[in-house]
């Protein structure tokens, strides 16, 4: 069963296609970069993928589930497997780091077992290991706002591996980040998806077509909501690369 | 600021905002303990006013009580009594506007005065760099002495010296708005645009000329928007201003609650809601919109309304700058100075002053409980038809109880208990929730909802991700508030004194009945320093905390 296959599915905004009739399957396992200019559709596909935006046609399966036909609980269980870093993060600044990567359990834990880890933090050795995974065992008890950039990007990986989804989107993760940082992050993340009895799935976008073709197995390029390149990394050319941005006219 | 709301022009007024790093003074362990002490003396307050001796209920009050409240549903309506009150309420406008025109004049040319730009520019020698730094420091500290008298106070002052003038209650609200306008415009100038002020300095430009080009049209906004806020709470000020004895709406209530007329009572009551809801209704649409229009469209009304004050009033100024004033003021002043000790000596004042901070600190721990769990329902955030009902209903009740000023709490708050700190903390908590409860729905209304989303994105239940993605963030801004409230609470127990209430505002009343200004004169020192008390820990709490 495909981790995410969309067939012939559009998003509708208005008089603008956000999404235009795409078609694409992401196999379990695999780690697929979405590419392409600003506005071609990386993001709402992306949201397409958790959920939170519907497609106005077309067929849409997400972990086997079509998001937009579940009723409330079923799509909360199915939310609990799809695991999201942000460009922007979305941390809670004033709570403390643990609390942050603890958020990832909320999921699972029932509502009074959450306010109780508020108060006193629960499976704090689970998140102290996660932080370790990330490079900040230090910073457990740290307030998350005062962070760095990079700290913070890492508190939003170990909430991810707390959570422990089969399916991991990413939405430009390391678009604020200089080059070095960018590859080290990306690097963290594609590790995050290797586990011991198996291998989660990541959908990613990225502006940077090197980090792309460096990290992931697959590059899909987006344009005006099309897929115009689908391709294996190790096959992307230079000439794949000019299709994708060329700036002559489209269509 | 520019996003507007009331919760971000109230920001301004808050001491010590946002000098130092964040982290710098913070201490760890210390909301625990600043939690623990604050419960710790809200026991000992309540303890000690239930432990005193005598009755604290009062047991034939309670018909009272009801007699008032089924009056409601008939008010008085009839066209004579309908005339005062309009009358009555076209007064307490009056000295709203007026009120609020003279503070923003003072404020603007204070404000500009005591700015850091205007005294820390440029270079100079080291003795006139000096000389500046000694100009600021002299004019912000005697903006901070009318400032921290109640409005109330200083009416009762401005009736002994003019009479029963209208232009009490005008200028009752323009001297302490004046003050805090001042020290906001202050802070308002001092954050606009440094950077191209220096630059014009540096190519000679005089003072004035750079501050009108440079920092001016930056700071415009910001200013009106303020000065819109003030005239909302002068309209509040206006109707205590009137309790106090200055006429208007106010004073008629006092006539009306004092012969038991709860049926006037009720009309009035309405009256002060209407009001309330109109003034909050045009000031939220001027800050939400910031268009020119709006601001342009709204200072023509302000004209014209002062125009209309003006008439209404008809103050003579001729009376105000007689010799015969100019008497009776020097025969104050001389009155008032010394300040004195009550009768019962430091004894006395002491205690009037404890029972004056715990009053203080039931209130606003009270009213912050009450506003914060009101608060997150009364937010606008959509939802289904019952929870937009319950919405409507909660910001409904907190515009009610705002409406009413303190002393009306207090007076209900007597149907049921004997006089005494107690009827007065539930009445400054009762009308300070309203306030708060307002401040923190749009403080919940204006949240980032980005990190809730994601959890509820990632499976989180409703409860949850609002206990870990929207109350954190909101927690500080709620804190800070109770304490910004807290400082204004502290100078409200006056007004609640004044009706019999307890603490120091009993005590001027006492006072003020026995023409002992000296004693006056010494209870308002102390009221003056309980206010840099509380700002002391309340700017210590935030501190340690941030």
Known sequence: ?251 | MSRGGLAALTRWEEPGRGRGRPGRWRVPGAGRAWAGAGLLVMAWSVSSWVAEDGPLVNTRGWPMFVDFFTAALKPELSADFLARIAEATLTTLSYAVLGTLLAVAVGLVAGVLTSETWWASGSGSRPRRAVRRAGWLVTRLGLALPRGIHEAVWALLLLSVLGRDPLVGVLAIAIPFGAITAKVYAEIIDEAARGPFESLRATGAGRGTALLYAVLPVALPDLASYAFYRFECAVRSAVILGMVGAGGIGFELVLSFSGARHAEVWTQVFVLVLLGAVVDRWGAGLRRSGGRVRVSGSVLLAAGLAVAALVHLGPDLARVFSARTAGLLAGLVDELWPPALPAGGWARLVADAVETLQMSLVAATLAGVAAVATAFLAARDGGGPVRRAAGAAARGLLLFTRSLPPPVWALLALFLFLPGPLPGALALAAYNFGILGRLCAEVVENLDRRAHDQLVASGAPGLSAFAYGVVPPAGGRFLSYGLYRWEVAMRETVVVGVVGAGGLGRLLEDQRVAFDFGGMAGTVLTLIVLSALVDLVSTAVRRTLR
């Open chain 1, 1 to 251: 069963m495909a981790a995410v296959s969309l067939r012939e599915v559009s998003v509708v905004y208005g008089d603008r296609r956000a999404v235009d009739g795409i078609t694409l399957q992401v196999n379990p396992g695999e780690r697929v970069a979405l590419v392409g200019p600003s506005g071609a559709g990386k993001s709402t596909l992306l949201r397409l993928c958790n959920g939170t935006v519907v497609p106005s046609s077309g067929r849409l399966r997400v972990l086997g589930e079509d998001p937009a036909r579940l009723p409330a609980g079923r799509l909360r269980a199915l939310r609990r497997r799809i695991g999201a870093v942000h460009q922007q993060l979305h941390l809670i600044g004033p709570l403390r780091a643990v609390h942050n990567v603890n958020a990832g359990h909320l999921g699972r834990w029932g509502r009074w077992r959450a306010l109780r880890s508020l108060v006193r933090p629960l499976q704090v050795g689970q998140a102290r290991e996660a932080l370790a995974r990330v490079g900040i065992a230090g910073h457990l008890y740290s307030r998350t706002d005062r962070l760095s950039g990079g700290e913070q990007q890492r508190v939003a990986l170990a909430r991810v591996l707390v959570q422990d989804p089969d399916l991991v989107l990413a939405d430009e993760p390391v678009s604020s980040l200089d080059p070095a940082r960018a590859d080290e992050v990306m690097r963290l993340l594609c590790g995050l998806m290797e586990e011991t009895h198996r291998r989660r799935t990541l959908v990613v976008s990225l502006h940077d077509f090197d980090l792309a073709v460096r990290h992931c197995d697959r590059v899909v390029g987006l344009r005006h909501g099309r897929v115009v390149l689908d391709l294996p990394a190790d096959e992307v050319d230079e000439q794949a690369r000019e299709r994708l941005y060329d700036l002559g006219p489209d269509r």
